[in-house]
């Protein structure tokens, strides 16, 4: 069965500090591994990454895929008290028109 | 270009009572997905709905719980005597084609239901 998992579930973290965000994926023939925020209210798309090795970057924001080793991560630096959120990593799964297996979210909270 | 709508925001409904979500997608996007949120847990897929098709409902409960995405107007997720368990956020996502792996899903506010 297709699975997708996060670490950490949930962290607390200063202002300026750096997160790391950990998803890793059991799925058969993976196209695709999409990462979102979600802040209460709609998940926003961050990022998609279909290659292994190539660093996709927005701002303070980052995200690498390895497709030998089976996992993801987000980089957030220097973060701030926006970046609070639930992190969703997904997985498109393929033959199944379009359908995504998301992990459970990890909750990032930012104190001042 | 208004993102995905969805309405209401927030609904309550009695136990027996009828839940209707709508969902209208990005403009030139006939792709809809309705993802539930429960409670600390991740989006779980229900169904995915080109205009006028049901294509994979395999998310769907088997009872209770319908969806359609008419020629015209929004797609609409509907429950049916709803009970406190159907509590939760309902998420629509649209996509202008087939998620082959190389395009997103933009997602809705979502629809907040609660049953007293």
């Known amino acids: 069965e297709d699975k997708v998992v996060q670490s950490p579930l949930s962290l607390v973290v200063h202002e300026g500090d750096t997160v790391t965000l950990n998803c890793s994926y059991e799925?058969?023939?993976?196209?695709?591994l999409l990462w979102y925020k979600q802040e209460k209210k709609a998940p926003t798309f961050l990022f998609m990454l279909?290659?292994?090795?190539i660093e996709k970057k927005s701002g303070r924001l980052s995200s690498i895929l390895d497709k030998k080793e089976l996992f993801s991560i987000l980089n957030i630096t220097a973060t701030q008290t926006g970046d609070s959120a639930i992190y969703l990593c997904?997985?498109?799964?393929?033959?199944?028109?379009?359908?995504?297996?998301f992990g459970a979210g990890t909750q990032v909270v930012v104190t001042p | 270009n208004a993102g995905v709508m969805q309405n209401p925001r927030h609904l309550v409904r009695r136990r027996g009572q009828e839940a209707r979500l709508r969902c209208s997608p990005m403009?030139?996007?006939?792709?809809v997905y309705w993802y539930r949120q429960l409670p600390e847990e991740g989006l779980k897929f229900m169904v995915y709905?080109?205009?006028?098709?049901?294509?994979?409902e395999s998310g769907m409960p088997k009872e209770r719980f319908s969806a359609e995405f008419p020629k015209e107007g929004p797609s609409i997720l509907r429950i049916q005597q709803v009970v406190r368990g159907d509590s939760a956020a309902y998420f629509c996502?649209?996509?202008?084609?087939?998620?082959?792996?190389?395009?997103?899903?933009?997602f809705g506010q979502g629809t907040r239901l609660t049953v007293v």
């Open positions: 997904a997985v498109g799964i393929p033959d199944s028109w379009g359908k995504l297996q």
């Open positions: 709905l080109q205009k006028e098709n049901i294509i994979d």
């Open positions: 279909t290659s292994s090795g």
């Open positions: 799925v058969t023939n993976f196209r695709s």
């Open positions: 996502a649209s996509s202008p084609r087939l998620l082959t792996g190389f395009t997103e899903a933009f």
């Open positions: 403009k030139g996007h006939s792709h």
